[in-house]
């Protein structure tokens, strides 16, 4: 038994002064009016009020003073909260690391893991003295530090209260790494309130309220922290979840748009299902499946006539976890670049800008050498009005302001070096080395789009010049002479180089520099470039990330602001800077994003965020928790809650004060 006040000092003078105020009502010598009677036989009780109201007169026992001054001392006893714990916490500093992922929506108790977690976290703050601070975080992937130490309860319970649940995966490292970093300063202070002194490192112990979905933490160093895991959930729930869903284009049948999900099936048994597919909120198809306990299966839906919108894939199916039966993917017109070729003549560049996939996304215009003197030409590029500019053997004066390639030439960069490939010059130029040839392509770069797909082992060249880009650039083609292609940015705007060129100029005409022109993989370099360097769309299906994380949206240089519109209904406003990719990172909500562009009614590109974590749908509760080689076991059997009984104290006294009632009447009527 151990007692925690619930009264300051001040209050409890208070207290203490009601009892000698209720024993002096007893004492007062009341002001009766005198009457003369001829006996005093009949009036026996009055006499005896009458001594028991004189001042000194010794008190004859009275039953309702007994039951005042009793209903008084149990009012007291309740302030002081009696009670017990299964362990003496008294002074320790606590933190209480609580798990909001989309795991901890789950149904599997009641209201939901994460209500349950709260409920369980207020239990153990009401096993707490003045004399313990607590700390509250709440984590995903990501860890929100609710309140800092404090030994103030209510604000302590508030924090908790306060904690919402997300869509996102789980990762209790950065929670775990910034309850280390809180829990040994050599200060801490949060908003100024209730500033907790720290000289030297205090042990302090974390309760980690989760299912386990977060693996093995590897080589985690607690330090000073002494892990509680209590988990939450039943052992297994069963729950079915979809992991992928995705849109394609099919080859095989004539370019007919298909979408296949996977789904998995986490439970013992074989589950039997229905989905339903949506285009923009109308129900576009349905299906039924069946998946045996513990594997995935897939679901396919062929899509006639369908050349944009919004999908949602539904699993009519009730389980443990909501969040992960639906799905979302949007169909992305492509869409239309505009791509300026100044070229002297190049029919294999030209050919290659006329093939049906590169015309699906781009509107190209070829022009001569002469027309960057054109005021045309000026006007335009001042106004952005090209979003990729191909200068073919020519080079202009200035940098347009457009993304460009330079194939076989030189651009026009301030403070460009034409150097010799020994020598030494500033990192942040571009440098250029002296023409040399033959030239054998040793390597390309194949994380990036414009080279991914090419093989150029097969390729002879005649003559190049190497091509080193600023530290900021990246070299996707090696030669055996050095760099031979780079891409750099340029402020807002992405400049490629090719250091040969296709054709070349001679006094007696043009004369061939590379077969690479007549090769298979040209015309895919060349669609890869204006995909990548216009930002043109070419996939059906559009880009789709995970709750939380950025996206980088790599959107026209001809619009200075854009509006990104979630699902939820919420606008945020884009204004072009000195990068050319955004990375947009207000991704919470699950669904379908649209960019809209200033004066364009429709959207210029959309993305979809999803769930699709297996380890989310996995239901089951983990046991441990899993450090490297150490283990933390589930501890919920071992914290026990502090149990009080100052509501049962209150009701005791609550029935005394109607006994005390009724005796009082009864007195009074009798």
Same mark, same amino acid.
């Given at each position: 038994m151990n007692w925690i006040s619930a009264l300051s000092p001040m209050q409890w003078l208070l207290m203490m002064a009601i009892p000698p105020a209720v024993l002096?009502?007893?004492?007062?010598?009341?002001?009766?009016?005198?009457?003369?009677?001829?006996?005093?036989?009949?009036?026996?009780?009055?006499?005896?009020?009458?001594?028991?109201?004189?001042?000194?007169?010794?008190?004859?026992?009275?039953?309702?003073?007994?039951?005042?001054?009793?209903?008084?001392?149990?009012?007291?006893?309740?302030?002081?909260?009696?009670?017990?714990?299964?362990?003496?916490?008294?002074g320790e500093r606590r933190i209480y690391i609580i798990d909001n992922s989309a795991s901890m929506q789950a149904t599997d108790v009641q209201p939901s893991r994460l209500e349950m977690a709260k409920k369980k976290v207020k239990e153990l703050l009401s096993d707490t003295t003045g004399d313990d601070v607590g700390m509250v975080i709440a984590f995903s992937d990501r860890a929100d530090v609710r309140q800092g130490f404090t030994n103030d309860r209510n604000r302590l319970l508030s924090a908790v209260d306060s904690i919402e649940p997300t869509s996102h995966a789980t990762d209790v490292g950065e929670a775990l790494r910034a309850a280390a970093g809180l829990a040994n300063p050599g200060r801490s202070s949060f908003d100024n309130l209730n500033d907790i002194m720290v000289a030297d490192a205090i042990p302090a112990t974390v309760y980690l309220l989760s299912d386990g979905a977060f693996g093995d933490l590897g080589d985690?160093?607690?330090?000073?922290?002494?892990?509680?895991?209590l988990p939450i959930g039943e052992p297994k729930a069963a729950n079915l979840g979809i992991i992928s869903f995705a849109v394609q284009r099919n080859e095989d049948k004539n370019g007919q748009l298909e979408t296949f999900a996977r789904i998995v099936n986490n439970?013992?048994?074989?589950?039997?299902?229905?989905?339903?597919?949506?285009?923009?909120?109308?129900?576009?198809?349905?299906?039924t499946g069946s998946i045996e306990a513990g594997q995935e299966s897939g679901l396919l839906f062929e899509l006639s006539d369908v050349e944009q919108g919004q999908l949602k894939l539904q699993l009519d199916y009730t389980d443990s976890l909501a969040v992960d039966n639906t799905a979302y993917a949007a169909i992305r017109p492509a869409r239309p670049i505009n791509v300026l070729l100044i070229t002297p003549g190049n029919s294999a560049l030209e050919t290659a800008l006329q093939t049906p996939r590169v015309q699906l996304v781009a =509107? /190209?215009?070829?022009? $001569?050498?002469?027309?960057?003197?054109? !005021?045309?030409?000026? @006007?335009?590029?001042?106004?952005?009005? #090209?979003?990729?500019?191909?200068?073919?053997?020519?080079?202009?004066?200035?940098?347009?302001?457009?993304?460009?390639?330079?194939?076989? =030439? /030189?651009?026009?960069? $301030?403070?460009?070096?034409?150097?010799? !490939?020994?020598?030494? @010059?500033?990192?942040?130029?571009?440098? #250029?080395?002296?023409?040399?040839?033959?030239?054998?392509?040793?390597?390309?770069?194949?994380?990036?789009?414009?080279?991914?797909?090419?093989?150029?082992g097969a390729v002879s060249i005649v003559e190049a010049r190497t091509v080193t880009p600023p530290e900021s650039g990246v070299v996707l083609m090696s030669a055996d002479i050095g760099p031979i292609l780079s891409v750099a940015p340029r402020g807002p705007f992405q400049d490629a180089v090719l250091g040969f060129s296709i054709v070349q100029a001679t006094n007696e005409g043009s004369s061939i520099n590379t077969d690479w022109g007549i090769k298979r993989s040209f015309p895919v370099f060349v669609y890869s470039a204006v995909e990548y360097l216009g930002g043109g769309i070419t996939?059906?299906?559009?880009?789709?990330?995970?709750?939380?994380?950025?996206?980088?949206?790599?959107?026209?240089?001809?619009?200075?602001?854009?509006?990104?519109?979630?699902?939820?209904?919420?606008?945020?406003?884009?204004?072009?800077?000195?990068?050319?990719?955004?990375?947009?990172?207000k991704t919470d909500a699950l669904?379908?994003?649209?960019?809209?562009?200033?004066?364009?009614?429709?959207?210029?590109?959309?993305?979809?965020?999803?769930?699709?974590?297996?380890?989310?749908?996995?239901?089951?509760?983990?046991?441990?928790?899993?450090?490297?080689?150490?283990?933390?076991?589930?501890?919920?059997?071992?914290?026990?809650?502090?149990?009080?009984i100052w509501r049962w104290i209150l009701l005791l006294g609550l029935a005394l004060l109607v006994v005390e009632w009724i005796v009082f009447n009864r007195r009074v009527f009798i």
């Open positions: 002096s009502l007893y004492f007062l010598k009341l002001k009766r009016r005198e009457l003369v009677v001829p006996s005093t036989l009949l009036w026996k009780k009055a006499m005896e009020d009458i001594h028991v109201n004189s001042i000194w007169q010794r008190l004859r026992k009275n039953l309702l003073l007994y039951l005042q001054v009793l209903f008084l001392a149990l009012i007291a006893l309740a302030c002081l909260r009696p009670g017990w714990s299964g362990q003496n916490r008294v985690f160093d607690l330090g000073k922290l002494k892990l509680e895991y439970s013992d048994e074989k589950v039997e299902f229905s989905a339903s597919l949506e285009l923009d909120g109308q129900l576009l198809d349905a299906s =509107s /190209v215009r070829i022009e $001569p050498p002469s027309f960057m003197t054109d !005021p045309l030409y000026i @006007t335009a590029t001042a106004d952005a009005n #090209f979003d990729l500019i191909l200068f073919d053997q020519c080079a202009p004066k200035e940098m347009p302001a457009s993304n460009t390639m330079f194939i076989g =030439s /030189v651009p026009p960069f $301030p403070a460009t070096a034409i150097a010799n !490939p020994g020598d030494a @010059t500033d990192k942040n130029q571009w440098r #250029f080395g002296q023409p040399q040839g033959p030239v054998v392509v040793l390597d390309v770069n194949r994380s990036n789009t414009i080279t991914q797909y090419l093989e150029m996939e059906s299906s559009a880009p789709t990330v995970q709750p939380g994380w950025p996206i980088g949206l790599l959107l026209s240089n001809r619009f200075k602001n854009f509006q990104v519109i979630a699902p939820n209904g919420e606008k945020t406003e884009l204004t072009r800077g000195d990068e050319s990719r955004y990375n947009f990172t669904g379908a994003y649209q960019v809209f562009a200033e004066g364009f009614e429709r959207p210029v590109e959309t993305f979809c965020v999803n769930l699709f974590s297996s380890r989310e749908s996995n239901l089951t509760v983990a046991d441990s928790v899993s450090m490297g080689f150490e283990k933390v076991v589930a501890s919920g059997a071992l914290v026990q809650a502090r149990q009080e």
